[in-house]
Structures are given as C-alpha cells and as structure tokens.
C-alpha cells in the first residue's frame, strides 16, 4: 500500500459534514482544520475541501480514483435524484436544502452489519469508541502522517474472540450478539457473498434478520448503509417516526403511529427512492 493524492473538481452533492454526520458511518472524524480522516477497508483517507475541489489523500490499497469512485458512490447522479425527490412537496424540498451534500456511502457489508449491531440503542460517540477499540484490539495497523489507525477486523480475526473480551470493550449486551453472528457468517449459516448477488431484497432482509442483534431498523439500516445499497429501505427510528408524523401523519400521540404506517406513506410518497428520502428528512430534522 502506498500513499496516493485523488483532486476531484466542480462536484456537486458532496459536503463533508453531510456526508459524515448523517449516521451511516462511525469511522469518520472531523480534523481541526474541517478534515475528515477515516478508515475503510484497508485505507485510510484524509478528505478535505478547498473552494470547489474535494482534495483526497492517504494510503489506499488500490488506486485511489478507483476506490473514492467506489466508496463516495461517485457515479450516482445525486443532483437528478434531488430534483427528482424535490418535487414531491416543500418539506421534502426543505430537507434536500439543508442536507443538499449527503451521499449514500458504500461500505462493505460485514462492517456495516456489525457496526449497526453495536449501534443499538447506543449513541454516537459511544458506538465510534467501540468501534475504535474493536479495530485497535483486532484489526490491521496502518501508520499515516505519523499516526497509527486499525482496520475493520474481519470475521477471521474475530474467530477466536469470547464473550468475556467483548466485553472489556464495553460491547454491554450487544458482546453476544456480535459473538453470535461472527459465529453464523463464519459457518456460512448466513453467506454474506451470496447475499450481495441477491436482487431480492426482502429475501436478503430476511436472512439478515436470522443474524444475533438484527432487528428490523438495523436490518434497513445495513441494507441502505451497505454496499447492498437498496435505496428503496426506510430505515425507522425515533427521529424518523417524529418527522413522518409532524409532517405527513399528524397524531397527537407520536408513539402510536406504526412501523406499517410509516412505510406505506414512505412507499407511496417516495417509491425507490425512499432511503433517500430518509436521510434527508432524518438529517434535517436531527440536526436543524
């Protein structure tokens, strides 16, 4: 692996805080100079912006083009998409406004689902120092600039891991269900290579459900966080139930509004491109 530069010009859709503080990743920091390095794969990058260029630079496993191309779903025309997603009403128009630079990253799937496993009901500063450790205790060292930074571990490095040691993490009752899903995807009881060639998504869902720590919101979340990218999922939290009914269901009683009933508005409202919509609605909502 080397260190490699990649100066992407006039992008559009692509704002760094958008992009990393939108909840679909936790290995992203913010620098003191506005920066943001993370950690993906077997790279790590440092992606900054000065005026109408996003600069990117680390050590990348592969070519650097390539591999942002990739990881930033660089490809997707996100300025269709919002035209497209604008039209449907104001709010959803106010929400493209504030959170006009989000970008559906694609993360790879083993990550993503056990990232989204220690994220139950946990917050996000809580979730990244376990992460942090997990990767330090397990994963590969890589040195940029100086500093030392740790991959994802993968199932193999995970083989032997206890419970107990988990633990010492901070994992608290998520140490099992990550033991237990390492455990499944090693036995191919869940084959995760078959899953990405799966076009069926409600086929894939389902076998993410059989996986220790997986519920239906983390399920969505792995389907649209992941590199499975269905943009069709409409991941459900709290934030999102509160949006969809201060907006579009208006109960007095937020709590009483249902999973299906969110879903079927969702579908119809937004149809394919309803992850998307998601994000929007979920970042404007949380973060104005």
């Not at 497209?84 to 083993?110: A, C, F, P, V």
């Amino acid at each position: 692996m080397r260190e490699q530069k990649y100066i992407l010009e006039n992008v559009k859709s692509f704002e760094l805080k958008d992009i990393f503080d939108c909840g679909q990743c936790f290995r992203w920091n913010e620098q003191k100079k506005g920066s943001y390095i993370g950690v993906f794969g077997n790279n790590v990058l440092n992606v900054k912006k000065q005026e109408n260029k996003i600069v990117f630079e680390g050590i990348c496993e592969k070519d650097i083009q390539e591999t942002v191309e990739d990881y930033f779903d660089l490809k997707r025309d996100y300025e269709e998409i919002k035209d497209k997603l604008s039209k449907i009403d104001h709010n959803m128009k106010t929400s493209i406004e504030y959170g006009q630079g989000i970008r559906i990253l694609n993360q790879e799937l083993w990550e993503t689902i056990i990232s989204f496993i220690i994220s139950a009901n946990n917050n996000i500063p809580r979730i990244k120092g376990i992460i942090e450790r997990l990767s330090k205790e397990y994963g590969n060292e890589i040195e940029y600039n100086n500093q030392k930074y740790y991959t994802f571990p993968t199932p193999e490095q995970l083989k032997d891991v206890t419970v107990e040691e988990y633990r010492k993490l901070g994992l608290g009752f998520r140490d099992v269900r990550l033991y237990e899903t390492t455990k499944m995807i090693l036995e191919k009881k869940v084959d995760l290579d078959k899953m990405k060639k799966n076009e069926n998504t409600m086929e894939v869902r389902e076998q993410l459900l059989t996986l220790s720590g997986v519920g239906p919101k983390v399920a969505d979340c792995i389907l649209l966080f992941s590199d499975l990218k269905r943009l069709e999922v409409f991941p459900i939290d709290v934030w999102v139930r509160r949006v969809m009914n201060d907006l579009y269901i208006k109960n007095e009683d937020e709590n009483k509004v249902s999973k299906k009933q969110i879903e079927k508005i969702a579908q119809e409202k937004f149809g394919d491109l309803a992850g998307l919509a998601q994000q929007y609605l979920f970042y404007w909502r949380r973060e104005a």
